[in-house]
């Protein structure tokens, strides 16, 4: 109750401020505080291998706590690729927007096509992203397949992705909880991975590659679901 009493003005006082880079400071500062006051510790391993240039980030996702504690760890230059439909939750859609996240379709394959030439843009422009490639999380364990939109636009831009392991998360706040627990989240950054060419099949074999590192060191098991389209 206290974690959610003080998320409400820290999410509004964010989103007021001018200025996008303000705000993503803002916003990292502000997490750090709220899983400080929540009790929840954060470790981060390997940000060191963060490129300097452009890049996409591909992380693994278990709780709703993942945004936030990448939020809270990850430099301000990344934004978020956020399903659609999160730009009708109260408050959070509202913040997401004035920190310059990205929508994007889950469903309608028109729109998705669309959305994926918006994200070549974006890498071709400088901008790095932080995308969950499952789309989404279930309540039981297990790595789902990835997406491939994310793999394709990092392909077409030439741009590295680099796997993102969160681990802890599911524990302190499972799907199917509102409270979170007290805890450690350990948080790793593995190397990143270069596509080979520009083409469908190097966006296919990149997607492979960084879906095999993050299993290698997520303590999820493998969840064997048909491949997203």
């Not at 500062?29 to 470790?43: N, T």
């Not at 469903?107 to 096509?113: D, G, I, S, V």
């Not at 450690?184 to 990149?206: F, S, T, Y």
Request: proline share 7%; aromatic share 6%.
């Amino acid at each position: 109750m206290v974690l959610l009493l003080l998320a409400i003005p820290a999410t509004v006082l964010v989103a007021i401020l001018p200025g996008r880079g303000n705000r993503r400071r803002a916003a990292r500062c502000a997490s750090r505080l709220l899983f400080a006051a929540a009790g929840i510790g954060v470790r981060a391993i390997g940000l060191d291998r963060l490129p300097a240039s452009t890049c996409f980030l591909a992380s693994s996702h278990a709780s709703y706590l993942d945004g936030p504690l990448l939020t809270s760890t990850l430099p301000p230059r990344f934004g978020f690729v956020i399903k659609r439909e999160a730009m009708k939750t109260p408050l959070f859609g509202w913040l997401a927007m004035r920190l310059g996240s990205v929508f994007v379709e889950r469903f309608n394959t028109r729109a998705a096509m669309i959305d994926g030439h918006r994200l070549i843009q974006f890498a071709r422009h400088g901008v790095s992203l932080c995308v969950f490639p499952e789309g989404t999380f279930r309540v039981e364990p297990g790595l789902r397949a990835f997406h491939l939109g994310t793999f394709l636009a990092a392909t077409r831009a030439g741009i590295p992705v680099v796997p993102v392991v969160i681990r802890g998360a599911r524990d302190i706040l499972p799907g199917e909880s509102l409270w979170p627990r007290r805890g450690w989240v350990e948080i790793e950054v593995l190397a990143p991975i270069v596509p080979a060419g520009k083409h469908g099949d190097d966006a296919r074999a990149l997607r492979d590659q960084v879906r095999a590192a993050i299993l290698a060191h997520v303590s999820d098991p493998e969840r064997e679901h048909a491949e997203p389209q």
